[in-house]
């Protein structure tokens, strides 16, 4: 006996899984875009208010404020993935 497919097979679907996850990175890749655009005026802000910055502060500018908006973008650009594949769904149909 086999199982019925499910009623919305989400990322199971090959089709729908690639659209999925090219909408996924195309998020991701504009929020690269914000993310180095904020890097870049951050840090002419931080220059024009305290001066030459040396390397490790650019570093850390980046580190800390591009981690951060990627950090983020790709926790919610997850969570869009499973709120739009039926992910979520199928955890409360097994409940």
């Known amino acids: 006996m086999t199982t019925p497919p499910p009623a919305n097979p989400g990322l199971a679907d090959p089709t729908y899984a690639a659209f999925a996850w090219r909408r996924f990175r195309r998020i991701l ?43 983020t973008a790709v926790l919610m650009g997850l969570v869009f993935l499973s709120s739009g594949s039926g992910h979520d769904e199928a955890v409360k149909e097994i409940e």
């Open 29 to 71: 890749g504009w929020m690269a875009i914000v993310a180095a655009v904020f890097i870049v005026l951050a840090i002419l802000v931080l220059q024009h208010v305290y001066g030459p910055m040396g390397w490790v502060a650019i570093l850390a500018v980046i580190g800390g404020a591009g981690g951060s908006i990627m950090l």
